[in-house]
Structures are given as C-alpha cells and as structure tokens.
C-alpha cells in the first residue's frame, strides 16, 4: 500500500519520531562525507506549477545523495499544461517513477493525482499546506529547544498554507500556538477547528505583540505568496504593522529564534536586522529541508 505526504496530518505522531530520527542520521552521515545509496534504482518525478528554489534543490540533491535520480517537470513543459487530465498524468507516471513530487496552485490537483496513482505522492506546497516545511521546521525548533513540546510557538503574518500546516502539527508536536494575522488574512477557521481536534493548542489573536509575548519561537512568512501577485498593494496595506522587526522581537522571550521558509521579501514581512541577527534561524531551517525531505523520501519510497 502506498503511503502519501500531503498534509502533514497524513503522518501519526510515531511516523514524525521516525522521520525526525532518520533525518538527524541522515544529516550526520552528510556531514561526515559517508555514502549512503538507499534510493539506488529509484526516480522521483517533480511537477512543478511554480517557481521554487530549496524545494527543488533540496529534493534533487537529496534524490542524489541517496544514489537515485530526480526529474525536474514544469507543468507547462507536459501535456498536462496542453489539457491532458491530471488522472491519466498519474497512471503513466505511476509506471515509470518510483514516487512524484508535485507543487501545485490547488491543493486537489496532488489530491487528484495521488488517487489515480499508485506511487506515493508529496505535496512540495499547495494553496491549502506546505507539509515538507513543517517538517523541517519541526526538526529545527528540536535542534535549538531538544523537543517541540509546549515551546511557545508565535505566527505573524498571513493565515495561508505555511500557517495550516504548523496548525494542523500542533497537535503532533505538542506547541503552544499562537497566531496574529490581519482581518481578511486569518486562517481558515475549518483549520483552526481540525488543530484543535487533533490536540493542538491553537489561540487565535488580533495583534502581532500579543501573540509574539514570551514567545520562543516566531514565524513569519510573504505576506504575498506565489499566485497572489495581482494583490500586491491592498496586501502591504492590510499587513501593516505584522513586520517581523527588532520591536516585536524585544516583546518575545530573549532567547527567541526567527523563522520564515523563504523565499524573503526583506523590509515587508521581515527586516535585514532580524533575518540577518543572532535570532535567525532562517538557514539552517533552510539546510534542514534537506535532511528532512531525505528521511520523508526513504520512508515512503524505499521497498
Ligand atoms: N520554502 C520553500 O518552499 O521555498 P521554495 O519556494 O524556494 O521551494
Ligand atoms: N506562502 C508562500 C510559501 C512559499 C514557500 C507561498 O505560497 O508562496
């Protein structure tokens, strides 16, 4: 039976252990120079609807270092972006790759496509969740704190996909959550609703310092994602004042880290003195989507 990564709550709490345990094995074994082809034979086939740099490279290179072989796709460049049906697309896949990674505007294209395929699917971010980075933001919250558990845990900016993920892994990992977004930005309540079933603790505030007081870690994110171009003005408006600067930091605990998946737009959503400061966390975050992403891949593909 194929096993998929499309929410981050298609993962139990031991399916998290064991990919935050490999993944730190993993990161060793890289660090130490030492081999370890595990993949060897397999290819994972890469659809992408939009741009990305740390997804694809981190997924290529991890494919690589694991002694298989990555397939970068643009959408456009198949028959896919002609109009062939997203069904057929994952029936022929299914026969050639070992898995499919796929980035996508609507979070039911990978849904679709996981249906009618028979190789395990990751979601590499949809409108809906971006799983693979929660995972790699687990992963590095436990190497600064040794756990995720009750680590105050503050969300400043827009209520989207990044933001559905984390809530929807409070309940795996224990954080105390708290979330300020603009009117018009919050995060689907549905959402809200599904953290809070799943054992999360979850509060929603109407202000940045109110969410980011004693927080120990603070995340924020583009206040204009991709696909959200045409918004760009009324979004800069509506997200004043949810800058991540050297002001809201002093309100968070004094040993707070920052987080943010990047891509930056540096002066919107986070200042040079934050993202570049003793408080970021921003590139080992970055550096650990690889070591996850391996882990998340020799679970799934490996036979
Ligand atoms: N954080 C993230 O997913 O970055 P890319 O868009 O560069 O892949
Ligand atoms: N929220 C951002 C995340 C980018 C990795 C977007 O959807 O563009």
């Known amino acids: 039976m194929k096993r998929d990564l499309?929410?981050?709550l298609d993962l139990k709490a031991e399916d998290l252990e064991q990919i935050m345990q490999d993944a730190a094995t993993l990161k060793t074994l890289r660090k130490?120079?030492?081999?370890?082809?595990v993949l060897a034979g397999k290819n994972l086939a890469m659809i992408f609807e939009k741009p990305s740099t740390r997804t694809r490279i981190s997924f290529e290179v991890g494919?690589?270092?694991l002694g298989g072989h990555a397939l970068h796709l643009n959408h456009k460049?198949?028959?896919l972006g002609r109009g062939e049906e997203?069904?057929?697309?994952a029936r022929v896949i299914s026969r050639y790759a070992s898995g499919v990674m796929i980035r996508a505007f609507l979070h039911s294209t990978i849904t679709e496509f996981a249906a009618h395929s028979t190789i395990p699917v990751i979601n590499g971010l949809s409108d809906k969740e971006h799983p693979c980075q929660l995972l790699a933001d687990i992963f590095t919250i436990r190497e600064y704190f040794g756990s995720t558990e009750d680590i105050r845990v503050a969300w400043v900016g827009d209520g989207n996909n990044v933001c559905n993920s984390l809530i929807l892994a409070s309940g795996l990992t224990g954080m105390d959550l708290r979330v300020a977004t603009p009117d018009g930005y919050r995060p689907d309540p549905a959402?809200?609703?599904r953290g809070r079933t799943v054992g999360g603790k979850v509060t929603v505030f109407n202000s940045p310092e109110e969410a980011v007081k004693d927080a120990e870690v603070i995340f924020t994110d583009t206040w204009i994602s991709m696909g959200d171009e045409t918004q760009q003005a009324q979004r800069v408006k509506a997200f004043a004042g949810y800058t991540v600067d050297e002001a809201l930091l002093k309100k968070a605990d004094p040993d707070a880290i920052v987080m943010h998946c990047l891509p930056a737009h540096r002066g919107q959503e986070i200042t040079d003195e934050v993202l570049d400061g003793p408080h970021s966390a921003v590139w080992d975050e970055a550096e650990n989507r690889l070591h996850v992403?391996?882990?998340v891949l020799v679970n799934l593909l490996r036979t």
């Not at 130490?32 to 082809?37: L, S, V």
């Not at 997203?86 to 697309?89: E, G, I, N, P, W």
Request: charged residues 35%; hydrophobic residues 30%; glycine residues 4%.
């Open 6 to 8: 499309i929410s981050i």
């Open 32 to 37: 130490e120079g030492k081999e370890h082809p």
């Open 63 to 65: 494919m690589n270092d």
């Open 77 to 79: 460049d198949m028959q």
């Open 86 to 89: 997203v069904r057929d697309t």
């Open 191 to 193: 959402v809200v609703e």
């Open 293 to 295: 992403q391996k882990a």
